[in-house]
């Protein structure tokens, strides 16, 4: 049996930089930052008191009260941005095999916030014993997946993996098999995150993984800098409608571009460190070469995992070398995170976004705020600093890591 080709036909980003695809790429080629003062809660007793949140969005434009009420934010930005993928894509269409139409849709956490919320008012005697009828189906990390189809009547694969900060990307590469192995005709595949609560914020600032930076949120997140002190925390969705190649030419659909290599492998090192000489990350991105049959020197733009903590951003890095020593000055880099801080989960999503619309706008996204580069970083890699670059991009690859060890990648192609 031959594989399939897997092709990219739509689009959808919610993201703290940009509300639509659009406006996300818009925000990334200008280099802005999407870091600000935390709105969401009173920070006064957190040692960490931004974020990079969503701005303007308001449920009640997309859904009706009652409806909105039902769902996390997290739920709520996946069927957001996976409708603005489906209508991008033109998939409302009487003639489109719903049998055949699959959700991989990835969340690390889940409803962060609405299991916060249950679990405050139980601890506070607000309504000891009672809790509200749709507290599991609003925290469980699999109901995007399932509110997507349902509301599509999409009855093919339909599933929500679960990797930490490498989720959507698993998404992505399991979307791509079940396509290429002729399981599906479409998937809608992405992540969504909304975890800016007090919970996220106090656990991550107690593993003194978030930046301090509260004099100046916009400059906090500045991966391979010299004085990095830690991710920033983010939110929002990104969407990629993958199909098979010949059923979207059959369909006259729009092709951004190719999904043509996956990586998938571990560390097997540490529960929250990357290896220190990048040694999982050099076998996922030569796995997903491999899988591509492409060889380092055909990749334009690499969009890397890079959070902005000392030691992942210089693991990855060393992973980079690995692979790339031979295309150093070619090779563009560039760490979209520090504009849109740290989706966790949807992470791998909207990097995917801004992967193929880097090939679709022959531009890089800069990595912005890269003041003072950490000598320990190979002077080789080109790092794209603060400002986008044009060139021709013709294959992008786009890295992501999770705790425990987890390392996805994905590389996209000009058709």
């Keep these: 049996m031959s594989l399939k080709r897997v092709v990219v036909t739509g689009l959808g980003a919610l993201t703290p930089i940009g509300n639509t695809a659009d406006a996300f790429w818009d925000g990334l080629v200008q280099g802005q930052s999407g870091a600000a003062l ?75 916030h609405s299991f916060q919320e249950e679990v405050a008012t139980y601890a506070n005697g607000g309504r000891m014993p009672r809790f509200n009828p749709f507290f599991i189906t609003k925290m469980i990390a699999n109901m995007a997946a399932g509110l997507i189809s349902i509301r599509y009547g999409f009855r093919g694969v339909n599933f929500a993996p679960v990797s930490a900060c490498a989720s959507a990307t698993h998404a992505l590469i399991d979307a791509f098999n079940y396509i290429r192995l002729g399981k599906a005709d479409v998937v809608v595949a992405g992540g969504s995150e909304a975890v800016v609560t007090e919970v996220a914020v106090g656990g991550f600032s107690s593993m003194k993984a978030l930046s301090e930076r509260n004099d100046d949120p916009a400059r906090a997140s500045r991966p391979f800098d010299r004085d990095r002190d830690g991710f920033v925390l983010g939110e929002g969705a990104g969407a990629l409608i993958l199909e098979e190649y010949e059923h979207a030419k059959a369909r006259g659909a729009k092709i951004y571009a190719e999904l043509v290599g996956t990586g998938a492998t571990a560390d097997a090192y540490h529960m929250t460190a990357t290896h220190p000489e990048g040694l999982g990350a050099t076998l996922a991105m030569h796995e997903a070469l491999s899988e591509a049959n492409l060889k380092p020197e ?61 090939i679709q706008h022959n531009t890089v996204p800069p990595t912005i705020n890269l003041e003072n580069r950490d000598e320990t970083i190979s002077p080789n890699l080109n790092l794209t600093p603060n400002v986008a670059v044009e060139k021709t991009v013709n294959v992008v690859m786009s890295n992501t890591f999770g705790f425990g060890g987890h390392n996805a990648i994905v590389v996209f192609s000009r058709v």
């Excluded at 009487?94 to 962060?112: E, F, H, P, Y």
């Excluded at 990855?316 to 090779?331: D, G, K, R, Y």
């Design 38 to 112: 935390i709105t969401k809660f009173d920070t006064t007793h957190f040692k960490t008191k931004f974020a990079c949140e969503v701005k303007g969005f308001d449920p009640l434009q997309f859904f009706d009260k009652k409806e909105a009420r039902k769902m996390d934010d997290y739920s709520q930005y996946a069927l957001v941005v996976a409708d603005e993928a489906i209508r991008d894509a033109g998939l409302l269409s009487d003639t489109l095999n719903t049998n055949r139409v699959g959700v991989i849709w990835a969340s690390g956490i889940g409803g962060m």
């Design 298 to 358: 055909a990749v334009d733009y690499l969009n890397v995992h890079a959070t902005s903590t000392p030691i992942g951003d210089r693991s990855e890095a060393e992973a980079i070398q690995n692979v790339f020593s031979e295309n150093p000055t070619h090779l563009h880099i560039s760490a979209t995170k520090s504009m849109t801080g740290h989706l966790l989960g949807a992470a791998g999503a909207i990097e995917a976004v801004a992967g193929v619309l880097a």
